[in-house]
C-alpha cells in the first residue's frame, strides 16, 4: 500500500508559477513510477505527466510540454510538478499517482494509488 499526499496548490494569476509536492509512504517509493493527473468538474480526468522510477525518463501533455517539469526525489520519498507560464485552462483539481507496472500509460486505469487532490486556479 502506497499514501500519496499533495501540497502546493493555490491561486495564481495567468503567468505565474507553482510547484506542487507529493509525499508518498509506505512500500519502496523507487518501486513506482509516478504521475500527475488533473480533472476539471464534469470532465475526465486528464494525463498531465510521469517519471519513471529512476528520474530518468519523463513524459508531458501535449497542453503542459514545455512549461511544466516533473522530477522525483527519491531519497525524500517525493515527487514534484513545477508549472510555469501557468493559464487559466490549467485550473484544475490535480492528482498525484503511482504505477506499480513498467512503462507509461496515459490512462488513469494504469495507476494503481492516487492522492486526494489539490486545488490549482489561475485567474486571467
Known amino acids: 500500500q502506497v499514501q500519496l499526499v499533495e501540497s502546493g496548490g493555490g491561486l495564481v494569476q495567468a503567468g505565474g508559477s507553482l510547484r506542487l509536492s507529493c509525499a508518498a509512504s509506505g512500500r519502496t517509493f523507487s518501486s513506482y513510477a509516478m504521475g500527475w493527473f488533473r480533472q476539471v468538474p464534469g470532465k475526465e480526468r486528464e494525463f498531465v505527466s510521469y517519471?519513471?522510477?529512476?528520474?530518468?525518463?519523463?513524459y508531458y501533455a501535449d497542453s503542459v510540454k514545455g512549461r511544466f517539469t516533473i522530477s522525483r526525489d527519491n531519497a525524500k520519498n517525493t515527487v514534484y510538478l513545477q508549472m510555469n507560464s501557468l493559464k487559466p485552462e490549467d485550473t484544475a483539481v490535480y492528482y498525484c499517482?503511482?504505477?506499480?507496472?513498467?512503462?507509461?500509460?496515459?490512462?488513469?486505469?494504469?495507476?494503481?494509488?492516487w492522492g486526494q487532490g489539490t486545488q490549482v486556479t489561475v485567474s486571467s
Open positions: 517519471v519513471a522510477r529512476s528520474g530518468g525518463t519523463t
Open positions: 499517482v503511482a504505477r506499480s507496472r513498467l512503462g507509461l500509460s496515459y490512462s488513469p486505469t494504469g495507476y494503481e494509488y
